[in-house]
C-alpha cells in the first residue's frame, strides 16, 4: 500500500472540495461550545470532521477494492443459528421476568452486533440475504413486541388520547364523533385500529396491535427494496439493518400512533420515488407514489410535512440535473445506472394543493389547522426565536451534560442516548460526500441527500434558533430512512478505498457499538428505561393503571367544564397524562414541588414510583424540574387518604381536620 500522488486524484473535485470544506466547517462550529453547552454543538462538529477526514484518506490511499475481513466459513454458517437461539431468549427473558430488564437489552445488543457482523464480515460466498433479512424482521418483531406483551396499557403518552378518539369512533360507528379535533383531516389510523376491531372482533388494545403494531417491525423491508436500487444486496441489507436497530424507528413500533402509520407510508413513498428516478417506470410506478402520498396526508400531519420536504429535495435534485450548473449530468454508468432526471413538478404541485385543501377544511382550536399552525409559527418568530436560543429543551430533547446536573451519570448520559445517531450520522456524511462526485452522482442518491440535510436543518439547526414549532423529536426516525441508506454507500466506500487495516478497525467498531448504543438509547426502552433514575417511564403497572380507573369511578369522571380550579388534581409527569387524556380525571397538572418543601394542593396523587424513579413536577417559578420526593411530601399528614391501593394514594382536604 502507498500512497498516491495528489496529482492523480484531482484533488479539486467535487468530492473532495466537499470534504475539505467539511472540515472547514466543523473547525468553525467548534468556538460555539464556548458560547452554550449543548450535546449536539459538542459532538456533530466532531463526527462532521471524522467523516470528512476518513473520506480524504480513502480518496488518496492505493489499496485493493472490497477488502472486507471475512470469518471462517464455519463460523459465518453458525452465525445465524446463534441469533436464532438469541431471539428465542429475547422471548424468554421478559416472559420470566416480567418486563424487559437490562439483561434482555445487553442480550438484544449482542444479536444486533451478531447479525451485523453476518453483513459486514462474511466472504460473497458465506453471505446469504435472505437469511440475514430475515433474521432482521425477527429481531424487529421481538425487540417491538415483548414491550407490548409486557406493558399491562398503552406505552407512550399520545396513544392514550388517539384510542381515546378509536373508542369514540367504535361507539358511535362515524367519523364525525371526532369532528372536534384535528385528527378529524387524518383519521386513516383511527379507522385502520376501529375496522380491525370489528374484522378481528377483539378489543380495541388488541386490534391496534393486530394493525399498526404488526406492520412496523415488517416495514423494514421497504428500506431493503430502496437501497437495493442502488447498491448490491450486502450494503442493501445493511441500510435495512442499520434502519431496524435506530432507536426512534423501534420507539415508533411500541409508541403506536398514526406517527407510526405516517412512517409506514412514507417508507412507501421513498421506495415508489426512488423507483420512478432508477428504472424505467410505468403508470403503476407513479400511482404508487401517489397513493402513498394521500396515505400519509390522510394520517399525519407531520408525516405530511416530512413528506413534502422530501419531494422537494426531489424537485431541487431534478433541477440540479436538468440545468446541470456544475455538470452533474456525467454519471459513470459502473456505479449507478444512468438515467434522466424525472420530472416531478406535477406531483409536488399535487400534493402541496391537496395538502393545503385537507389542512384548511381540518379544525384546530377555533380555526382551521392550516390558519392556526401559521399563527403558531409567527408568534414563535416574533417572541422566542433567536440564535442559539435554546433554553427550554435541546434540540433532539438531551441536554448538555454540563447543565444536566453534577453526577458523573448525568454528564455522560446525553452522549450515551445519542452514540448511535451520531455514528450513522458519520457514516452518512462520508455516503454524501461518496455520491457529490460528479460520476457518480444522479438524481435518487441526490434526493436522498439534499432531503437529509433539510431534515437535520428542521431537527439541529432550527431548535437552536428556537424554533421548535415542527416538533424535531418526531423527524428522527423518518431521517433515518435516507441516513441508513447513504450510511451504506459511506461504509461501501470506505470499505472499497481505505487499507485493510483501517477497514476493519471502522468496521467492528461499527458493528460492536452501534446496535448497543441505539438500544441503550432511551427511545428503544421508554417502557422501562435502563437509566431509571434519569428518564422517566412512559408506561404504567396494573397498580397505576387501576388507580386510574377507581380514581375516575370514585369522582365520577366529571367533565373539565364541572371542575372548579381549587379542585385540581395534582400528581407527577407523566402520570398526569393518563388521567387528563383517558378522561378520568380531565382537569390534572405536575404538582408544584417547592425546594425543601411540600406542596400546597388540595388534592393530590402520590405513586412509589415518584420516589424512586425519575419523575417530573414544577418548581415555584413554573418550570419543570426532575424530583425524587417522598409520600409525606405530596400526601401531606393533615390531608385524608381516600383511595390507596399501595402504590398509589389518592389524597384530598381531611373532613377530620379541615386541612387543604
Known amino acids: ?340 432526471p424525472v420530472n416531478l413538478i406535477g406531483l409536488v404541485v399535487f400534493n402541496f394543493g391537496l395538502t393545503i385543501f385537507i389542512w384548511s377544511l381540518t379544525p384546530y382550536g377555533e380555526n382551521s389547522f392550516l390558519g392556526t399552525v401559521l399563527q403558531f409559527f409567527t408568534e414563535t418568530l416574533e417572541e422566542s426565536a433567536g440564535f442559539l436560543n435554546i433554553a427550554g429543551g435541546s434540540t433532539g430533547g438531551a441536554a448538555s451534560g454540563a447543565e444536566a446536573g453534577t453526577t458523573l451519570l448525568e454528564q455522560v448520559l446525553p452522549y450515551i442516548d445519542n452514540l448511535g445517531f451520531l455514528l450513522l450520522l458519520c457514516v452518512t456524511f462520508a455516503g454524501c460526500l461518496y455520491v457529490v462526485h460528479r460520476r457518480r452522482a444522479e438524481q435518487s442518491v441526490f434526493t436522498l441527500l439534499i432531503g437529509a440535510a433539510v431534515m437535520l436543518v428542521f431537527i439541529l439547526v432550527l431548535p437552536m434558533f428556537g424554533i421548535r414549532n415542527f416538533i424535531p423529536t418526531r423527524w428522527f426516525a423518518f431521517l433515518f430512512a435516507p441516513m441508513a441508506i447513504l450510511g451504506a454507500i459511506g461504509l461501501r466506500s470506505l470499505n472499497r478505498n481505505l487499507s485493510p487495516r483501517i477497514v476493519v478497525s471502522v468496521l467492528l467498531v461499527f458493528a460492536l457499538v452501534y446496535p448497543g448504543a441505539m438500544i441503550v438509547a432511551v427511545e428503544s426502552n421508554a417502557e422501562n428505561p435502563i437509566f431509571s433514575d434519569q428518564h422517566e417511564r412512559l408506561a404504567y403497572d396494573e397498580s397505576e393503571l387501576a388507580a386510574v380507573e377507581s380514581i375516575g369511578d370514585l369522582t365520577g369522571s366529571p367533565d373539565g367544564s364541572e371542575i372548579r380550579p381549587d379542585q385540581q388534581l395534582y400528581t407527577d409527569h407523566p402520570y398526569q397524562t393518563v388521567f387528563s387524556r383517558t378522561r378520568a380525571y380531565p382537569s390534572t397538572e405536575p404538582a408544584t414541588i417547592p425546594e425543601n418543601g411540600s406542596v400546597q394542593h388540595r388534592y393530590t396523587v402520590y405513586r412509589t414510583a415518584q420516589s424512586a424513579d425519575a419523575t417530573y413536577f414544577v418548581d415555584e417559578n413554573g418550570q419543570e424540574r426532575q424530583a425524587s420526593v417522598s409520600e409525606h411530601q405530596l400526601c401531606r399528614p393533615g390531608q385524608a387518604v381516600v383511595y390507596t391501593n399501595g402504590d398509589v394514594s389518592l389524597c384530598t382536604p381531611s373532613p377530620v381536620t379541615n386541612s387543604a
Open 1 to 340: 500500500m502507498g500512497l498516491r500522488s495528489l496529482s492523480e486524484h484531482r484533488p479539486f473535485r467535487l468530492d473532495t472540495v466537499a470534504a475539505i470544506a467539511g472540515l472547514l466547517i466543523a473547525l468553525a462550529l467548534l468556538p460555539l461550545q464556548l458560547l452554550v453547552s449543548e450535546v449536539y454543538l459538542e459532538t456533530v462538529p466532531i463526527v462532521l470532521a471524522l467523516a470528512c477526514g476518513l473520506y480524504l484518506v480513502s480518496l488518496y490511499q492505493q489499496t485493493d477494492a472490497d477488502a472486507l475481513p471475512a470469518l471462517p466459513s464455519s463460523v459465518a454458517m453458525t452465525l445465524p443459528s446463534i441469533v436464532l437461539v438469541g431471539l428465542s431468549a429475547m422471548v424468554v427473558l421478559p416472559v420470566m421476568q416480567g418486563e424487559r430488564t437490562i439483561h434482555f437489552f445487553a442480550l438484544s445488543a449482542i444479536v444486533g452486533t451478531l447479525v451485523l457482523l453476518q453483513i459486514l464480515c462474511t466472504a460473497d460466498r458465506d453471505f446469504n440475504r435472505g437469511v440475514v433479512l430475515l433474521q432482521i424482521v425477527l429481531f424487529a418483531i421481538v425487540f417491538r413486541f415483548t414491550a407490548l406483551y409486557v406493558t399491562p396499557g398503552y406505552i407512550g403518552i399520545d396513544v392514550w388520547t388517539h384510542m381515546e378518539f378509536v373508542e369514540q369512533i367504535r361507539d358511535a360507528e362515524m367519523l364525525g364523533a371526532i369532528s372536534h379535533d384535528k385528527h378529524y383531516g387524518s383519521p386513516f389510523y383511527h379507522l385502520l385500529v376501529v375496522a380491525s376491531s370489528f374484522i378481528y372482533d377483539i378489543p380495541l388494545r388488541g386490534a391496534l396491535y393486530l394493525s399498526v403494531g404488526v406492520v412496523m417491525p415488517l416495514s423494514v423491508v421497504l428500506v431493503y427494496a430502496t437501497a437495493n436500487l442502488l447498491v448490491s444486496a450486502r450494503w442493501a441489507t445493511l441500510a435495512t439493518a442499520l434502519f431496524a436497530f435506530a432507536n426512534y424507528v423501534s420507539m415508533w413500533g411500541m409508541q403506536l400512533i398514526p406517527t407510526s402509520l405516517g412512517l409506514l407510508f412514507f417508507l412507501g413513498m421513498l421506495y415508489a420515488l426512488i423507483r420512478v428516478m432508477r428504472v424505467e417506470y410505468t403508470g403503476r410506478d407513479f400511482s404508487l407514489l401517489i397513493l402513498f402520498s394521500i396515505a400519509i396526508i390522510l394520517t399525519h400531519q407531520v408525516s405530511t410535512f416530512i413528506m413534502l420536504v422530501l419531494l422537494l429535495a426531489a424537485f431541487a435534485a431534478q433541477l440540479i440535473f436538468v440545468v446541470g450548473p456544475v455538470g452533474l449530468a456525467r454519471l459513470d454508468t459502473s456505479v449507478f445506472r444512468a438515467k434522466k
